[in-house]
């Protein structure tokens, strides 16, 4: 292959990346960081906003689910690695690394958080949140922490259970974070 050609091709794959992330960002970022959520939802305060009040990033989601707050609740307490997992996709999670195996029943010793326990996104090394509050059968919230030193960094993960009538909850889950601009938060 000539170095023109080489050239050509360089400059058309970073046409296809750049177009990409335009339409990524212009028509699937929006949906995608507010997936499920209304507009009030969107605006709402929630606990947590508190931790990275001029947020780089947010994102709102929810969804109503047929069971009680009390029960959502149940599911939601044991979220972690080494705990419930992140109710995900476990082989997405572990292509990273991140030793994720969740769980498909309530247990007993997963039922208990307070402030300052550690919620970990994988194995020692990987990111992590302490556990900021914590109103069972209402609201989780969760600050990032450093992975290297366990410092809290300006980010917030919360989880908030509005009960909807007719044994329905409404899971609204907002992340905010303040951190520097990088490829990677662009697509989160």
Avoid: C
């Amino acid at each position: 292959m000539s170095a023109k050609t080489r050239i050509r091709t360089l400059a058309g794959l970073a046409a296809v990346a750049a177009a990409g992330a335009a339409v990524y960002a212009r028509f699937l970022q929006p949906w995608h960081t507010r997936w499920g959520a209304t507009d009030d939802e969107t605006r709402a305060p929630l606990p947590g906003d508190e931790i990275a009040p001029s947020p780089s990033m947010a994102s709102t989601r929810a969804i109503s689910i047929q069971a009680t707050p009390e029960t959502v609740w149940r599911w939601l307490v044991q979220i972690g690695q080494g705990r419930g997992g992140l109710f995900s996709y476990d082989w997405l999670e572990n292509l990273v690394g991140s030793d994720i195996h969740t769980v498909h029943e309530i247990r007993p010793e997963l039922q208990h958080l307070a402030p300052g326990d550690e919620i970990r996104m994988g194995p020692e090394g990987y990111p992590f949140f302490r556990v900021v509050s914590v109103e069972p059968g209402r609201a989780l919230v969760l600050q990032a922490a450093d992975p290297k030193t366990g410092t809290p960094a300006p980010a917030s993960w919360s989880f908030v259970l509005v009960p909807q009538g007719g044994g329905r909850t409404r899971l609204i889950a907002r992340q905010r974070n303040q951190f520097e601009p990088t490829a990677a938060n662009f697509v989160l």
